[in-house]
T-cell receptor, first 112, second 112 residues
Framework: NAGVMQNPRHLVRRRGQEARLRCSPMKGHSHVYWYRQLPEEGLKFMVYLQKENIIDESGMPKERFSAEFPKEGPSILRIQQVVRGDSAAYFC??????????FGPGTRLTVL | DQQVKQNSPSLSVQEGRISILNCDYTNSMFDYFLWYKKYPAEGPTFLISISSIKDKNEDGRFTVFLNKSAKHLSLHIVPSQPGDSAVYFCAPGEGGSEKLVFGKGTKLTVNP
C-alpha cells in the first residue's frame, strides 16, 4: 500500500512565477491536509480538503495561495507570483476519516 | 502566541537509556495528541497518540503520558536506540477541527 505521494520533491522558482505542488493521498483516504514548515519551525496547518470541497482554509494566506482536491486526480496547492518568503517545505497528509494523519515526503520550494 | 511548546530544542542520551521528550500546551480544547518523528528531508512519521480520556498509552518501546490538569504530555522511549535519532514533534488536535498544531520539535540524538 503506497504511502502519500508528493511531487515534485524539489521545486525551484524565480520570483513572480507560479508553483504547483501535487499530492496523491493514500489509497482509501478521502481527507487531505496541507502544512508548511519554515526553517527551524514546526509544521503550520494551511488547508483541509475533502473531494471537491475545501473544509477549512483558515491557515491559508489570503492572497496568491489556493488549493483544490478534484474528484479525479491529486490535490494541488498552487502559489501564484511566488516571493522569497514562500521558500519552505510543504507537506501533504491524508487520512481515511477524522483520524491519524499520514504525511508525504514533502516538496521543498526554493524561490530565487 | 505558541499553543504548543517543546522547550528542549535538543536532547542527547546514551543507547539503552530512557529518552523523555516533553510538550506543554495552552489550549484546553485539545482532546487528542499525536507524536511524530521526522528524519531530515522526509515527512513526519506517525509514532503514537493519546486521547484526552486517557493518561497513558503504550506501544512497544514508546509510552506517552498525559497530564491534563498541567496541560503537559511526555513521550518516553526505552530503551533508546541510535535509530531513534530524529526530530520529534508533539501535535495536538481539537475535536471538531481537523488541523494539528505542531510544536517546534525536539532533536533527539541517541549515542551508541
Amino acid at each position: 500500500n503506497a504511502g502519500v505521494m508528493q511531487n515534485p520533491r524539489h521545486l525551484v522558482r524565480r520570483r513572480g512565477q507560479e508553483a504547483r505542488l501535487r499530492c496523491s493521498p493514500m489509497k482509501g483516504h478521502s481527507h487531505v491536509y496541507w502544512y508548511r514548515q519554515l526553517p527551524e519551525e514546526g509544521l503550520k496547518f494551511m488547508v483541509y480538503l475533502q473531494k471537491e470541497n475545501i473544509i477549512d482554509e483558515s491557515g491559508m494566506p489570503k492572497e496568491r495561495f489556493s488549493a483544490e482536491f478534484p474528484k479525479e486526480g491529486p490535490s494541488i496547492l498552487r502559489i501564484q507570483q511566488v516571493v522569497r518568503g514562500d521558500s519552505a517545505a510543504y507537506f501533504c497528509a491524508s487520512s481515511p476519516q477524522r483520524d491519524t494523519q499520514y504525511f508525504g515526503p514533502g516538496t521543498r520550494l526554493t524561490v530565487l | 502566541d505558541q499553543q504548543v511548546k517543546q522547550n528542549s530544542p535538543s536532547l542527547s542520551v546514551q543507547e539503552g537509556r530512557i529518552s523523555i521528550l516533553n510538550c506543554d500546551y495552552t489550549n484546553s480544547m485539545f482532546d487528542y495528541f499525536l507524536w511524530y518523528k521526522k528524519y531530515p528531508a522526509e515527512g513526519p512519521t506517525f509514532l503514537i497518540s493519546i486521547s484526552s480520556i486517557k493518561d497513558k498509552n503504550e506501544d512497544g518501546r514508546f509510552t506517552v503520558f498525559l497530564n491534563k490538569s498541567a496541560k503537559h504530555l511526555s513521550l518516553h522511549i526505552v530503551p533508546s536506540q541510535p535509530g531513534d535519532s530524529a526530530v520529534y514533534f508533539c501535535a495536538p488536535g481539537e475535536g471538531g477541527s481537523e488541523k494539528l498544531v505542531f510544536g517546534k520539535g525536539t532533536k533527539l540524538t541517541v549515542n551508541p
